[in-house]
Protein backbone atom coordinates (compact mmCIF):
# COMPACT_ATOMS: atom_id res chain seq x y z
CA UNK A 1 0.00 0.00 0.00
CA UNK A 2 1.21 3.41 -0.49
CA UNK A 3 1.19 4.92 2.65
CA UNK A 4 2.70 8.02 1.57
CA UNK A 5 0.50 8.35 -1.39
CA UNK A 6 -2.78 8.08 1.16
CA UNK A 7 -1.32 10.79 3.68
CA UNK A 8 -1.06 13.46 0.80
CA UNK A 9 -4.13 12.82 -0.08
CA UNK A 10 -5.77 12.89 3.33
CA UNK A 11 -3.84 15.86 3.47
CA UNK A 12 -4.92 17.60 0.47
CA UNK A 13 -8.73 16.76 1.78
CA UNK A 14 -8.36 18.71 5.15
CA UNK A 15 -6.68 21.57 3.78
CA UNK A 16 -9.91 21.96 0.89
CA UNK A 17 -12.61 21.40 4.26
CA UNK A 18 -10.26 24.05 6.22
CA UNK A 19 -10.54 26.59 3.08
CA UNK A 20 -14.56 25.65 2.37
CA UNK A 21 -14.68 26.10 6.08
CA UNK A 22 -12.87 29.41 6.09
CA UNK A 23 -14.89 30.81 3.13
CA UNK A 24 -18.24 29.93 5.08
CA UNK A 25 -16.91 31.59 8.31
CA UNK A 26 -16.27 34.70 6.47
CA UNK A 27 -19.41 35.06 4.74
CA UNK A 28 -20.87 34.03 8.53
CA UNK A 29 -19.12 37.12 10.13
CA UNK A 30 -20.58 39.45 7.18
CA UNK A 31 -23.32 38.76 7.46
CA UNK A 32 -25.87 41.43 9.34
CA UNK A 33 -27.99 39.41 11.02
CA UNK A 34 -27.36 35.13 11.77
CA UNK A 35 -30.48 33.24 12.14
CA UNK A 36 -30.30 30.00 14.36
CA UNK A 37 -29.57 27.52 11.73
CA UNK A 38 -26.54 29.71 10.35
CA UNK A 39 -25.03 30.25 14.06
CA UNK A 40 -25.86 26.46 14.58
CA UNK A 41 -23.94 25.48 11.01
CA UNK A 42 -21.20 27.78 12.20
CA UNK A 43 -20.83 25.77 16.01
CA UNK A 44 -20.59 22.71 13.67
CA UNK A 45 -17.89 24.45 11.53
CA UNK A 46 -15.82 24.56 14.81
CA UNK A 47 -16.33 21.26 16.20
CA UNK A 48 -15.18 19.89 12.31
CA UNK A 49 -11.83 22.10 12.78
CA UNK A 50 -11.27 20.93 16.00
CA UNK A 51 -11.88 17.65 14.77
CA UNK A 52 -9.34 18.00 12.02
CA UNK A 53 -6.85 19.21 14.47
CA UNK A 54 -6.78 16.41 16.56
CA UNK A 55 -6.47 14.44 13.78
CA UNK A 56 -3.59 16.23 12.55
CA UNK A 57 -1.96 15.53 15.84
CA UNK A 58 -2.49 11.99 15.76
CA UNK A 59 -0.93 12.05 12.27
CA UNK A 60 1.94 13.59 13.98
CA UNK A 61 2.39 11.63 16.73
CA UNK A 62 2.07 8.49 13.83
CA UNK A 63 4.93 9.76 12.19
CA UNK A 64 7.21 10.41 15.34
CA UNK A 65 6.93 7.09 16.30
CA UNK A 66 7.72 5.87 12.72
CA UNK A 67 11.28 7.77 12.65
CA UNK A 68 12.16 6.91 16.35
CA UNK A 69 12.04 3.05 15.46
CA UNK A 70 15.11 3.63 13.27
CA UNK A 71 17.38 4.02 15.64
CA UNK A 72 15.86 0.93 17.61
CA UNK A 73 16.40 -1.08 15.03
CA UNK A 74 19.58 -0.54 14.82
CA UNK A 75 20.41 -1.01 18.53
CA UNK A 76 18.65 -4.26 17.72
CA UNK A 77 20.75 -5.86 14.89
CA UNK A 78 22.90 -8.37 16.08
CA UNK A 79 26.43 -7.75 16.27
CA UNK A 80 28.64 -8.44 13.69
CA UNK A 81 30.94 -11.36 15.38
CA UNK A 82 34.84 -11.46 14.59
CA UNK A 83 35.64 -15.65 13.65
CA UNK A 84 38.85 -16.44 14.82
CA UNK A 85 41.27 -18.05 12.33
CA UNK A 86 43.05 -21.28 13.21
CA UNK A 87 46.86 -20.43 13.02
CA UNK A 88 48.66 -22.18 9.80
CA UNK A 89 50.15 -25.20 10.95
Known sequence: MD??????????GFREEIAEIQELNGQFRRAARNDTVAQVAHGQRSERLQAIQHELGQLARLGSRV????PMKEQHRSPTRLVKQKPAA
Open 67 to 70: VLTE
Open 3 to 12: YLGALRDKLR
